[in-house]
């Protein structure tokens, strides 16, 4: 069974960037899709980026499209979301997810806290 762990959440300023990265513990190269999503406080899951390989493609919710970048690094198996000029609506868990495609996925990690805030 695959297992994921995101790490690299935390305290940032408005305005300041953040990585996450979500380690699988065996080839996640095995699964087309990977995406991030979060849960702010008090709010509902909110899907924020996928990337599909044989779609060859990105996606991003309006809100964060723009400031995040989403990746894979299939040799280290870990995903990447590279989140710039952040807001304070951005705090929220983040998790990371992998699937068949940006729309069902298998697996969850854990989830890292991300917090936006001066």
């Known amino acids: 069974q695959l297992q994921l762990v995101e790490s690299g959440g935390g305290l940032v300023q408005p305005g300041g960037s953040l990585t996450l990265s979500c380690a699988a513990s065996k080839d996640a190269v095995d699964y087309d899709a990977i995406g991030w999503f979060r849960q702010g406080p008090g709010k509902g899951t909110e899907g924020v980026s996928c990337?599909?390989?044989?779609?060859?493609?990105?996606y991003y919710a309006n809100s964060v499209k723009g400031r995040f970048t989403i990746s894979r690094d299939n040799a280290k198996n870990t995903i990447y979301l590279q989140m710039n000029s952040l807001k304070p609506e951005d705090t929220a868990v983040y998790y990371c997810?992998?699937?068949?495609?940006?729309?069902?996925?298998?697996?969850w990690g854990q989830g890292t806290q991300v917090t936006v805030s001066s």
């Open positions: 997810a992998v699937g068949a495609w940006c729309g069902e996925y298998d697996y």
């Open positions: 990337i599909s390989n044989s779609a060859g493609s990105a």
